[in-house]
């Protein structure tokens, strides 16, 4: 859950939808269907979190149920996970290791590592399903290291044409 989270930018509420009709891992992607604004769309699975899935779902108690993610244990066992259990164990992990995290920060994570991979904010913009380009730009925090990175690639590029300028001239 977590992994799709990180990696695949979906929103809590997406992944406790995720079907396994939804879920095309040969081609390592996955639907979204009906995701915020009742927009559809289609999310590209990394490898680590493709890993992560197919070892889930070797694990994944047998269940008529057509949603991904399982309640394990309890009265509730084999029923699908609620958005409010998928942020409840979160919230169990985290402060078993002593981190501050929510399952929105993990989303907000995905996009800002694209970005200083030097993804197009417009990439993002579609992977994420935003309508507006602002609000993909409020989710990506360009990191330092970007800003570095595009300062010297941009001077160097200012320096090549500053010194063909001065031969011509000359």
């Given amino acids: 859950m977590f992994m799709l989270m990180l990696r695949c930018g979906l929103r809590v509420d997406e992944v406790a939808k995720l079907t396994l009709a939804a879920l095309d891992l040969p081609r390592l992607q996955l639907f979204v269907y009906e ?76 996009a800002t590592q694209l970005l200083n991979a030097d993804a197009d904010l417009v990439t993002i913009q579609d992977l994420l399903g935003h309508t507006r380009i602002k609000t993909t730009q409020r989710y990506c925090r360009v990191s330092n290291l970007k800003v570095q990175r595009d300062y010297y690639i941009a001077m160097e590029e200012v320096m090549r044409r500053t010194s063909s300028e001065k031969r011509i001239m000359a």
């Fill in 35 to 110: 995701g915020k604004g009742l927009k559809d769309r289609v999310v590209y699975v990394s490898h680590d979190a493709h890993h992560a899935l197919i070892e889930y779902l070797n694990v994944r108690p047998h269940s008529r149920a057509r949603r991904v993610f399982l309640v394990e244990k309890g009265r509730c066992a084999g029923n699908p996970m609620s958005v409010r259990g998928i942020q409840k164990r979160m919230e169990h992990y985290a402060h078993k290791v002593g981190m501050k995290v929510s399952c929105h920060q993990l989303r907000h994570t995905m």
